[in-house]
């Protein structure tokens, strides 16, 4: 019954950004923690961003100054802000939800960043 959806994908230039979106169903959004994880070809999947049910907030430190991770718990959606976009940061990125206090977590099917040198 759970499902996370995310939009915002796509194609942009080194410098440019983009902002990427996760909608979630079928889960007590207001008691569940959001990230958001990347993972490009032959690489291992990491974090990007993460915010708390209360709002605390952690970055991977390669986006720490660059990206902003931010909830709205009345749309049931996690969002994040990419700014000065490298071509680093090309991944596909996931949705990643952890409801608080039980065991396991949601993913969802991912969206494709590319940035171009």
């Known amino acids: 019954q759970v499902q996370l959806v995310e939009s915002g994908g796509g194609l942009v230039q080194a410098g440019g950004s983009l902002r990427l979106s996760c909608a979630a169903s079928g889960i007590p959004f207001s008691s569940t923690g959001m990230g958001w994880y990347r993972q490009a070809p032959g690489k291992q999947r990491d974090l990007v961003a993460f915010i708390s049910v209360g709002g605390f907030t952690l970055f991977n430190d390669s986006v720490r100054d660059r990206f902003t991770i931010f909830r709205d718990n009345t749309q049931k959606t996690v969002s994040l802000r990419m700014n000065s976009l490298k071509p680093e940061d090309t991944a596909i990125y996931y949705c990643?939800?952890?409801?608080?206090?039980?065991?396991?977590?949601?993913w969802g099917q991912g969206t494709q960043v590319t940035v171009s040198s």
């Open positions: 990643n939800a952890v409801p608080f206090g039980l065991p396991g977590d949601y």
